[in-house]
């Protein structure tokens, strides 16, 4: 079965524009998270869906959202871009929320703003 | 405090030898997953192993098997007749029961694991 597909895989973008990143889980996964990875920060948590509910929520700045459609594809989108913001975006997918599932991730989002 | 620690920045082992990841891990939650990826230079994360905070058995994946000590809080990777293939970075990572109904994962820093001839 298809893995979890993120669109696009490359994005240039400039200082003070706005990004939208997309996300879809696998086939019957409804919860689907977003993490960003950066050399200095390392992963990081921003933020987790199920069932169209935003259930879980880093410490990241309001710029950052997102969003899960009827279908559990999910979308996020940053607004504002700081040129700290360019780092790799990865989404990854679960069966259910409990503790005993596993994520699956996408290939990522590197996105660079300059 | 680091919820997930993993000390060995980078590890280099000889091809077809063993390697352990070590990995230690902080929680109060009795209820919790541990998890360990692979991410090669091309960006994705890759599932290698599962470990539950209940489960009484070490988990094995193939060559990879995880060394579970409830009691120190480790879940160290061990890899084993390495391959070249191999050559990636190593995440150790821990998904807690949220109170929230939420979850997260909360991963380590890595470990930068090179295969060598």
């Known amino acids: 079965k298809a893995g979890v597909t993120q669109t696009p895989r490359y994005l240039i973008k400039t200082r003070g524009q706005q990004v939208t990143l997309s996300c879809s889980p696998i086939s019957g996964h409804r919860s689907v998270s977003w993490y960003q990875q950066t050399p200095g920060q390392g992963l990081q948590f921003l933020f987790e869906y199920f069932s169209e509910t935003q259930r879980n929520k880093g410490n990241f700045p309001g710029r950052f959202s997102g969003r899960q459609f009827s279908n559990s594809r999910s979308e996020m989108n940053v607004s504002t871009l700081e040129l700290g913001d360019s780092a790799l975006y990865l989404c990854?997918?679960?069966?259910?929320?409990?503790?005993?599932?596993?994520?699956?991730f996408g290939s990522g989002t590197r996105l660079t703003v300059v | 405090a680091q919820k997930i620690t993993q000390t060995q920045p980078g590890m280099f082992v000889q091809e077809k030898e063993a390697v352990t990841l070590d990995c230690t891990y902080d929680t109060s939650d009795p209820s919790y997953g541990l998890f360990w990826y692979k991410q090669p230079s091309s960006g994705e994360m890759i599932f290698l192993i599962y470990q539950g905070s209940y489960d009484q058995q070490n988990a094995t994946e193939g060559r990879y098997s995880l060394n579970f000590q409830k009691a120190r809080k480790s879940a160290n990777l061990v890899i084993s007749a390495s391959q070249l293939g191999d050559s990636a970075m190593y995440f150790c990572?821990?998904?807690?029961?949220?109170?929230?109904?939420?979850?997260?994962?909360?991963f380590g820093t890595g470990t930068q694991l090179k295969v060598e001839l």
């Open positions: 990572a821990m998904r807690e029961a949220d109170t929230g109904g939420g979850n997260k994962l909360t």
């Open positions: 990854a997918s679960s069966l259910e929320q409990g503790f005993a599932y596993g994520y699956t």
